[in-house]
């Protein structure tokens, strides 16, 4: 007489080796699909039919840095030189009397250059002095550069457009006034091979 055996569920599992294999694929593949609904899909730009797909946008150009200009001073000059010229120690002069100076420098075979930067940043006047011992010299009178601008070749280029002038005037020999409350303006002009010959003494006649 035969008689059913009972397995349980440990002989079970030991008659199906598999199954326990299968099991972990499908965990697997369950976790699979909940984190494929739960990722976030992309949101679409949808173009109405017809339009056309906007241009890309080109990247913007830097915009370039300003060329120094040097040119001649004109009376149109007078206000912004006046802003100029009272970064002097000592000097408080308004539009109308740099336009009249400007007009009477002419006259005496004078002149004056300005150096731009989109904005005027640097003038440089001069006369011409008639001497009987070293025939006509040419004097700079002033040379100021904007604060901002300084230490940037600005003042060399002043310097040689105005010795240019005065060379062509007839002079031989050019002088510097250099102001002794201006600071680092003496080597300026010692870098630039002036050499000082001489004081300057002032005195005012005014009444």
Same mark, same amino acid.
């Given at each position: 007489?035969?008689?059913?055996?009972?397995?349980?569920?440990?002989?079970?599992?030991?008659?199906?080796?598999?199954?326990?294999?299968?099991?972990?694929?499908?965990?697997?593949?369950?976790?699979?699909?909940?984190?494929?609904?739960?990722?976030?899909?992309?949101?679409?730009?949808?173009?109405?039919?017809?339009?056309?797909?906007?241009?890309?946008?080109?990247?913007?150009?830097?915009?370039?840095?300003?060329?120094?200009?040097?040119?001649?001073?004109?009376?149109?000059?007078?206000?912004?030189?006046?802003?100029?010229?009272?970064?002097?120690?000592?000097?408080?002069?308004?539009? #109308?009397?740099? $336009?009249?100076?400007?007009?009477?420098?002419? /006259? %005496?075979?004078?002149?004056? *250059?300005? !150096?731009?930067? =989109?904005?005027?940043?640097?003038?440089?006047?001069?006369?011409?002095?008639?001497?009987?011992?070293?025939?006509?010299?040419?004097?700079?009178?002033?040379?100021?550069?904007?604060?901002?601008?300084?230490?940037?070749?600005?003042?060399? #280029?002043?310097? $040689?457009?105005?010795?240019?002038?005065?060379? /062509? %005037?007839?002079?031989?020999? *050019?002088? !510097?006034?250099? =102001?002794?409350?201006?600071?680092?303006?003496?080597?300026?002009?010692?870098?630039?091979?002036?050499?000082?010959?001489?004081?300057?003494?002032?005195?005012?006649?005014?009444?």
């Amino acid at each position: 007489m035969m008689t059913r055996t009972r397995l349980s569920a440990g002989d079970r599992e030991n008659q199906h080796p598999l199954r326990p294999a299968r099991q972990a694929t499908a965990r697997i593949a369950d976790s699979q699909r909940s984190e494929a609904k739960a990722r976030p899909r992309p949101a679409l730009r949808l173009v109405p039919k017809g339009q056309p797909a906007p241009e890309p946008q080109p990247a913007s150009e830097a915009i370039p840095e300003p060329v120094l200009r040097v040119r001649a001073a004109t009376a149109s000059d007078a206000e912004a030189l006046s802003a100029l010229l009272n970064q002097l120690g000592g000097v408080s002069v308004d539009r #109308a009397v740099v $336009a009249e100076n400007l007009a009477k420098g002419r /006259k %005496a075979k004078g002149g004056m *250059v300005v !150096a731009e930067l =989109d904005e005027i940043v640097g003038c440089c006047g001069w006369a011409t002095v008639p001497t009987v011992h070293r025939g006509s010299v040419g004097r700079l009178t002033a040379l100021v550069v904007d604060k901002a601008h300084r230490r940037r070749g600005i003042g060399t #280029a002043l310097l $040689a457009a105005a010795e240019k002038a005065l060379a /062509k %005037a007839g002079c031989s020999l *050019v002088e !510097a006034m250099s =102001d002794i409350t201006i600071n680092n303006s003496h080597n300026f002009f010692r870098s630039l091979t002036f050499d000082q010959t001489s004081y300057r003494f002032v005195r005012d006649i005014s009444e």
